[in-house]
Every structure is written in structure tokens, then in C-alpha cells.
């Protein structure tokens, strides 16, 4: 009798620990999801969830390889996701903060038309392989090819091999050639998205109920400004 007890007990507080953790996943941002756990998403997860976690695992993996993680039962959040971009999983109403895109041009294609309306219609666009996220955002009449690196995508587009190369605002190089120019396209909100359980839907939930009274409070400005990422911040506001 005595066994069949401990046994039970160790069931449930078995059940009990593993429903005390959430792991966390994020492709690697400077300021936003480092290495070392620290970053502006990482931590609006410990001050949306820590009250309901007693831990929170955060891991950096590419991209893919975290879409492919939830999707198995094997994370409870990706971060820095589009809004409804991965099939099965669960969007909140509140964004995690946003993505400015930009192109690189060759200085003599330069579109006719002013910034934040480019049209990609009919291009020929280049990603980097580690950017394989902004996929959905070129145009299904455009012709799309992947770059090794920011180098060799340069002598490409120097060469009018392509007409642009889409990059996130952190991602642009410090120097470019003297024919190439970064143009603003567009800034798009992202999303932190839970796998279709009830589990996630609790922490969905949740999410939406405390990111308001994060930012109205103040905090998520203070996590911000902890990176100095204050102009990031003023920014998102913008956008909601």
C-alpha cells in the first residue's frame, strides 16, 4: 500500500515539475535573444511568466530548427515570430516587438518611388540562408535566390544580377560598396506563438493579459532602455 502511495506521489510531483517549466525558443538577435539567455524578448518572458514558472528555459536555435522544435511538443514559445506565419500554432493579440526590414539596392536600379513603398513585384530578390524567414514576403510573381553571405550578395547586385537583397535592420553591414545603398522597406510586427495545447493556450492567454500592463506600468520601456534599445521602443509604439 505503502509503495502504491509513493508511487503516486512521485507521478504527480513528477507532472507537477515538468508543468513548472517552459522552454523558450529564439533565433539569435543581438539585444533581443542572446546567447546567454539575457536579451529584450528573453526578458519580457521572465516578467510575463515567472510568476506561473518556477523555470524558464531559454534557448537560441536557428530559425527553422525552432518552428520545428514547437511543432513536435518539444517548446511552449517561440519569440520573434509573423503573425499567424507558422500552420498549428497559436498567435497572441500583443506583438513581442517588430522587424525593420530594409533592401540593399545597386545605386543605379533605384526604385522611382518613395520609402516604405517599394514594390517587390517582378524582381529578382536575394536572401541570406540564415534569413529564410522573410520567404513570405516576396511576392510570388518575383524570382527568389539565396546569397552565402552580405559579400557575395553585393558583387551581385553590383553586377545587376539581382535587384535586391532584404535584410533586417541589425543585419546591414557597417560599410557598404561604393554602388550599393540601403533603402527602408517596411517594418512588420512580431509575435510570440504557442503550440495548439492547453497548455498553450493558457499561456497565450496570459501573454495577452500581462503585455498591456507591462507597457502601461512602464517596465517594458525599462526593458528596453536596459539594451539601449530606447529608439526600438518609440518605435514599436508606432506600429501597434
Given at each position: 500500500?505503502?509503495?502504491v502511495i509513493v508511487g503516486w506521489l512521485?507521478?504527480?510531483?513528477?507532472?507537477?515539475?515538468?508543468?513548472?517549466?517552459?522552454?523558450?525558443?529564439?533565433?539569435?538577435?543581438?539585444?533581443?535573444?542572446?546567447?546567454?539567455?539575457?536579451?529584450?524578448?528573453?526578458?519580457?518572458?521572465?516578467?510575463?511568466?515567472?510568476?506561473?514558472?518556477?523555470?524558464?528555459?531559454?534557448?537560441?536555435?536557428?530559425?527553422?530548427r525552432s518552428i520545428f522544435s514547437a511543432?513536435?511538443?518539444?517548446?511552449?514559445?517561440?519569440?520573434?515570430?509573423?503573425?499567424?506565419?507558422?500552420?498549428?500554432?497559436?498567435?497572441?493579440?500583443?506583438?513581442?516587438?517588430?522587424?525593420?526590414?530594409?533592401?540593399?539596392?545597386?545605386?543605379?536600379?533605384?526604385?522611382?518611388?518613395?520609402?516604405?513603398?517599394?514594390?517587390?513585384?517582378?524582381?529578382?530578390?536575394?536572401?541570406?540562408?540564415?534569413?529564410?524567414?522573410?520567404?513570405?514576403?516576396?511576392?510570388?510573381?518575383?524570382?527568389?535566390?539565396?546569397?552565402?553571405?552580405?559579400?557575395?550578395?553585393?558583387?551581385?547586385?553590383?553586377?545587376?544580377?539581382?535587384?535586391?537583397?532584404?535584410?533586417?535592420?541589425?543585419?546591414?553591414?557597417?560599410?557598404?560598396?561604393?554602388?550599393?545603398?540601403?533603402?527602408?522597406?517596411?517594418?512588420?510586427?512580431?509575435?510570440?506563438?504557442?503550440?495548439?495545447?492547453?497548455?498553450?493556450?493558457q499561456n497565450r492567454a496570459r501573454w495577452?493579459?500581462?503585455?498591456?500592463?507591462?507597457?502601461?506600468?512602464?517596465?517594458?520601456?525599462?526593458?528596453?532602455?536596459?539594451?539601449?534599445?530606447?529608439?526600438?521602443?518609440?518605435?514599436?509604439?508606432?506600429?501597434?
Amino acid at each position: 500500500m505503502n509503495r502504491v502511495i509513493v508511487g503516486w506521489l512521485f507521478c504527480t510531483l513528477s507532472s507537477w515539475a515538468a508543468a513548472s517549466e517552459l522552454e523558450v525558443l529564439c533565433a539569435e538577435w543581438k539585444d533581443y535573444c542572446n546567447p546567454d539567455g539575457s536579451g529584450i524578448y528573453f526578458d519580457i518572458v521572465d516578467a510575463v511568466y515567472r510568476a506561473e514558472y518556477s523555470d524558464i528555459k531559454k534557448r537560441v536555435l536557428p530559425y527553422k530548427r525552432s518552428i520545428f522544435s514547437a511543432q513536435q511538443g518539444l517548446a511552449d514559445v517561440i519569440l520573434g515570430s509573423y503573425n499567424d506565419e507558422i500552420k498549428n500554432m497559436l498567435y497572441p493579440n500583443n506583438p513581442d516587438g517588430y522587424d525593420a526590414i530594409y533592401l540593399l539596392v545597386n545605386r543605379h536600379n533605384m526604385p522611382p518611388t518613395t520609402a516604405g513603398n517599394i514594390s517587390l513585384k517582378n524582381k529578382k530578390i536575394l536572401l541570406l540562408k540564415n534569413n529564410q524567414e522573410y520567404v513570405n514576403l516576396i511576392p510570388l510573381d518575383s524570382s527568389l535566390n539565396f546569397a552565402s553571405n552580405i559579400n557575395n550578395a553585393q558583387k551581385l547586385l553590383e553586377i545587376h544580377r539581382y535587384d535586391y537583397l532584404i535584410l533586417e535592420e541589425d543585419n546591414l553591414p557597417e560599410t557598404c560598396t561604393s554602388d550599393i545603398v540601403a533603402l527602408y522597406y517596411r517594418s512588420i510586427l512580431t509575435y510570440p506563438a504557442f503550440p495548439d495545447t492547453p497548455q498553450g493556450r493558457q499561456n497565450r492567454a496570459r501573454w495577452d493579459q500581462q503585455l498591456p500592463q507591462l507597457r502601461d506600468q512602464g517596465q517594458l520601456q525599462q526593458i528596453y532602455l536596459r539594451y539601449g534599445r530606447d529608439n526600438d521602443y518609440a518605435n514599436l509604439l508606432t506600429l501597434y
